[in-house]
């Protein structure tokens, strides 16, 4: 079983509509967890950073949350553009080592 | 440079040629990574890099698989015998490493396909 489980695989919402993705994790002990956002043939790009001590983060129409005690974190997504399908990748750095785990990714979809 | 460097961008190979991936990463950066991304799947870890050595091979798939890297540098990720299944997207990442949160900048990675 993956140590970082995302959900949902994918969604299709519509444009001008908002979204929550989630990622809950199990690694420990926990550094920090980042959310990615991975275009078609691209790189992931880092879209927030979050360390034990932070609740909520926010990127432009990106909020991220954190709750370090029950190990889940969710993605909001505020008035989608259709720019924002991607792949949204959760990932979890272990506090003893330099190991990063990923999550499985959801796959958003904007249709206008 | 300013961001991570892979190459080549694709690379189409026959089954049981061996192929080699490159990475450069940003300069300073002490902390490389190496992952694979098969279609529709999630980013799979293949090995981490501190300096030139390789603290973490864990994720290496088989021994048909090996890394090096040089100078702190530049590394190269080499597949022997490629199998069809060993097509995938071989993405690149560099860091810091620092314990203080810093940023882990993901190359755009190198397309393999063995056919």
């Known amino acids: 079983k993956n140590q970082v489980e995302q959900s949902p695989q994918s969604l299709i919402i519509l444009e001008g509509k908002n979204c929550t993705l989630q990622c809950n994790y199990t690694v420990s002990p926990f550094s920090n967890l980042r959310w990615y956002k991975q275009d078609t043939g691209r790189g992931p790009v880092s879209l927030t950073i979050?360390?034990?001590?932070?609740n909520t983060k926010s990127n432009g129409r990106y909020t991220a949350t954190l709750d370090a005690d029950t190990k889940q974190s969710s993605l909001h997504i505020t008035a989608s553009q259709l720019s924002d399908s991607a792949s949204y990748i959760c990932?979890?750095?272990?506090?003893?080592?330099?190991?990063?785990?990923f999550g499985g990714g959801t796959r958003v979809l904007v249709k206008p | 440079g300013a961001g991570v460097s892979q190459s080549p961008s694709n690379k189409v190979t026959e089954k049981g040629k061996d192929v080699e991936l490159r990475c450069d990463p940003i300069?300073?950066?002490?902390?490389l990574y190496w992952y694979r991304q098969s279609l529709g799947q999630g980013l799979e870890f293949l090995i981490y890099f501190q300096g030139n050595s390789a603290p973490d091979k864990s994720g290496l798939p088989s021994d048909r698989f090996s890394a090096e890297r040089t100078g702190g540098s530049v590394s190269t990720l080499t597949i022997q015998r490629t199998q069809q299944e060993d097509s995938a997207v071989y993405l690149c990442?560099?860091?810091?490493?620092?314990?203080?949160?810093?940023?882990?900048?993901f190359g755009s990675g190198t397309r393999l396909t063995v056919v």
């Open positions: 990442a560099s860091s810091l490493d620092r314990e203080v949160i810093d940023g882990y900048t």
């Open positions: 990932v979890v750095r272990k506090a003893a080592g330099n190991k990063l785990t």
């Open positions: 300069s300073g950066h002490t902390a």
């Open positions: 979050m360390t034990f001590s932070e």
